[in-house]
C-alpha cells in the first residue's frame, strides 16, 4: 500500500448507508490520518463504531472525506461502551475484527468496562485511541491538557493484548497492522492503538514507501503433533466413560460438524457451556448438560462417573470441578487442550481457578478436534437413539410469566426462523432454547459488566444484516436501561432486531445476595429489596425504545399476551426494523 490512489471511492460507495459524503473527495493522501484511513481500508477492517470527539477530528475527516466513509464505514454510537460493545457482537458472530473508536482519556474511561468483557469474552477488535498533542507546545489551552495523558493505555494495558501510540505515519501502518494481527491471533482479544493528534493533522511530507499489509501479518495455526493425537486417543479409546467438555469455539460449521462426529465416533458424554457460544447440539442424545451455577445433578453424576474427562479450551475448568465435586479432584484423567495460559496475567483474575490436569496441549482446540477426527476417519459412528425430551408447559395465560414462560413462548413465535441469541439473562436453562447450529447462541458478555446485552445484540444484528437469520437479545431490566442508547445505533443503520427485557424491576441478583446477608445476621429478610428495585416511579422501558426510533411494546404483564407482543415484534423486525419488548416477569431463576 502507498499512499496514493486510495481515496477514490466512486466505484465502492455504499448507497444502503444512511450517511453518504458529498464529494468531491479527496484522491491523494495529504495528512497523516489519511495514511492510518487507508491502512484500516488495506486491513479488511468494514465498520468503525464510534462516539466523536476532537482527538481523533483528523481520522475522522480522513474515512468521511478521503475514503468515503466507506471501507470502514462508521457507526455513530451514543456512549462509548456501545462502540467497543457492537465491535464484540459482531465478532461473536463472524469470528472476525472490526474497528471502534473513543476520544482521548475520557471516552478510554467510558469503554474500559466494556474492553474488559470483550477481553473476558477472547473477542478480537481493533480499538482506535486519540491524544494530543504529545508536544506540550502544541496544546491548546485548558482542553488539550485535560484531555492528554502521559501513559493512556495504563488505563487498559492489563486487559488488551497490545497497545501502540506510533510516532509517525509510517509507524501508524506497522502499528495497526501487528495489533490486528495480535488481536485475531489465538487466544483473541482486544487492542489499542493511540494517535497523537499532530501525526493525525500534520500535512505529509512526501509520499510513503509501499506497504502490503499482508506481508506483515503471517496466519498463525498452532495444531497438535502426530503422538499428542495418539496419546489422546489412547485413553479416549480406553476409557469406559468418556467425557468431553466443549468451551470455546468458532462459529464455524465445519468445525461444528467435526466436534459432533467425535463425541459420536468415540460414545463419549458431553458438556457444553452457556458463558460461549453454541459448540454442539444441546438436544443430541450424547449431550448430558451444560454446568453452571449452581451445581446440578446430571453434572456431578457425570463427573465422577468419568474415567477420562477430554476438555477443550473450557473457560473455568477448575470451577466446575470444585462446584460439582467440592474440594476433590475428579478421579478421572483429565486432558485440556487451550492457549488460554498464553495471555494470562496478575492483573486480572478471568484465568480463573488453577484445575488439575494430567495432560495439557498448548493448541488450537478447533485443530485438536480437526485431526482427532481425520485420525478417526476410518470408524464408524454407532446409531444412537433419539433423545427424549419431556415437553415443558407454558403456564396459564393469566399469570405473570416467568422467565421460562417468556423463552418459550418467545420461541414457539419464533418457529422454524433461523435465530441467533445474542444474548440471555443469568436466570436461563438451556432446556427452554435446544441449540443445533454455531450460530444459534453466541455466549456471554465475558466480564460479566452490565450495559452489554444491548450493544452486543446491535453488533450481532449488523453481522447478519445481510443473511436471513435474525438478531434475537434477551437482556434483563438492568442491563437494558444501562446500555438502551446503542439501540439508535440499529435503528439509524437499518439493522433489524429484536430485543426482548425480562423484566423484574429490580437487580434481582443483589436481593439474593442482601437476602444470604440478612439470614447470616439473623436480620429480617424482607428489607432485602431496599436500594434494589426500580419501582415508583415505573420506568416505561417501551417508550425508552419508542424515543429511538424502535417499536417499543408493552409491559406485557400476563404470559396470554405474549403471542400477539411477540408476533408484532417479529413481523417489524421483518420488514426490517427494530424492536423491543418489555416482559414483565416474576423475580426468580431457573
Keep these: 500500500m502507498s499512499s496514493q490512489s486510495k481515496g477514490d471511492t466512486s466505484a465502492i460507495r455504499n448507497d444502503s448507508s444512511p450517511e453518504q459524503p458529498v464529494g468531491p473527495l479527496a484522491t491523494k493522501a495529504g495528512f497523516g490520518s489519511d495514511i492510518v484511513a487507508e491502512t484500516l481500508r488495506a486491513l479488511d477492517l468494514p465498520y468503525i463504531a464510534l462516539n466523536p470527539g476532537a482527538s481523533y477530528r483528523g481520522l475522522h475527516d480522513s474515512i468521511v472525506n478521503y475514503l468515503g466513509n466507506k471501507s470502514p464505514e462508521m457507526l455513530l454510537c451514543l456512549h462509548e461502551e456501545h462502540a467497543i460493545h457492537i465491535a464484540q457482537g459482531y465478532a461473536k458472530v463472524t469470528d472476525k475484527t472490526m474497528a471502534a473508536a473513543v476520544h482521548s482519556n475520557v471516552g478510554l474511561m467510558h469503554a474500559t468496562m466494556a474492553i474488559f468483557n470483550a477481553w473476558c469474552d477472547r473477542m478480537p477488535m481493533v480499538i482506535m485511541g486519540a491524544t494530543g498533542p504529545l508536544d506540550a507546545a502544541r496544546r491548546r489551552p485548558w482542553i488539550d491538557w485535560i484531555h492528554t495523558s502521559r501513559d493512556q493505555a495504563s488505563m487498559i494495558r492489563q486487559y488488551v493484548k497490545f497497545d501502540d501510540i506510533p510516532g509517525s505515519p509510517e509507524a501508524a501502518r506497522e502499528a495497526l497492522t501487528r495489533a490486528k494481527w495480535i488481536a485475531e491471533t489465538n487466544p483473541k482479544g482486544p487492542v489499542y492503538v493511540n494517535l497523537d493528534v499532530s501525526l493525525q493533522e500534520d500535512p505529509l511530507t512526501g509520499d510513503l514507501p509501499p506497504f502490503d499489509v499482508n506481508r506483515y501479518a503471517p496466519p498463525i495455526c498452532v495444531g497438535p503433533t502426530p503422538q499428542q493425537v495418539s496419546d489422546i486417543l489412547k485413553l479416549a479409546k480406553g476409557a469406559k466413560n468418556l467425557l468431553i467438555v466443549y468451551g470455546r469455539f468458532s462459529r464455524s460449521e465445519q468445525g461444528w460438524a467435526e466436534r459432533v462426529a467425535l463425541a459420536e465416533k468415540l460414545g463419549a458424554s458431553v458438556f457444553t457451556d452457556l458463558k460461549v457460544g453454541a459448540s454442539f447440539p444441546t438436544d443430541h442424545p450424547l449431550h448430558v448438560t451444560s454446568p453452571g451455577m449452581p451445581a446440578n445433578p446430571p453434572a456431578e453424576a457425570a463427573l465422577r462417573k468419568a474415567d477420562v474427562i477430554l476438555a477443550f479450551d473450557v473457560v473455568d475448568l477448575g470451577g466446575m470441578f470444585k462446584n460439582h465435586m467440592g474440594d476433590t479432584a475428579p478421579d478421572a484423567k483429565i486432558i485440556h487442550v487451550s492457549m488460554d495460559h498464553r495471555i494470562h496475567n496478575g492483573w486480572s483474575m478471568d484465568h480463573q481457578g488453577l484445575p488439575p490436569v494430567d495432560m495439557f496441549l498448548s493448541a488450537d482446540a478447533g485443530e485438536v478436534v480437526s485431526a482427532l477426527v481425520a485420525a478417526l476417519a476410518d470408524v464408524k459412528a454407532p446409531a444412537l437413539p433419539a433423545r427424549k425430551h ?152 417501551a417508550a425508552i425504545a419508542g424515543g429511538q426510533g424502535a417499536l417499543g411494546i408493552g409491559p406485557v404483564h400476563s404470559i396470554g399476551e405474549l403471542p400477539k407482543a411477540f408476533a408484532d415484534a417479529i413481523a417489524h423486525v421483518e420488514a426490517g426494523g427494530v424492536a423491543v419488548v418489555d416482559v414483565r416477569v416474576v423475580p426468580g431463576y431457573a
Design 390 to 541: 419431556e415437553p415443558i408447559a407454558i403456564r396459564a395465560d393469566n399469570e405473570r410469566p416467568l422467565v421460562r414462560d417468556l423463552a418459550l413462548s418467545l420461541n414457539k413465535a419464533l418457529g422454524d426462523r433461523e435465530t441467533c441469541l445474542m444474548s440471555t439473562t443469568i436466570a436461563w436453562h438451556e432446556d427452554w432454547w435446544p441449540l443445533r447450529h454455531p450460530l444459534d447462541y453466541t455466549g456471554g458478555a465475558g466480564g460479566g459488566g452490565l450495559a452489554a446485552g444491548p450493544g452486543i445484540s446491535v453488533g450481532g444484528a449488523l453481522a447478519l444484516k445481510d443473511s436471513e437469520r435474525m438478531a434475537v437479545g434477551i437482556v434483563g431490566d438492568g442491563d437494558f436501561l444501562m446500555g438502551a442508547t446503542a439501540i439508535w445505533t440499529a435503528v439509524r443503520y437499518k439493522l433489524p432486531l429484536l430485543v426482548v427485557v425480562s423484566n423484574n424491576s429490580s437487580f434481582f441478583n443483589d436481593e439474593l445476595h442482601q437476602e444470604r446477608v440478612a439470614k447470616t445476621r439473623n436480620r429480617p429478610v424482607e428489607n432485602k429489596w431496599i436500594g434494589q428495585k426500580m419501582i415508583e416511579p415505573d420506568i416505561d422501558i
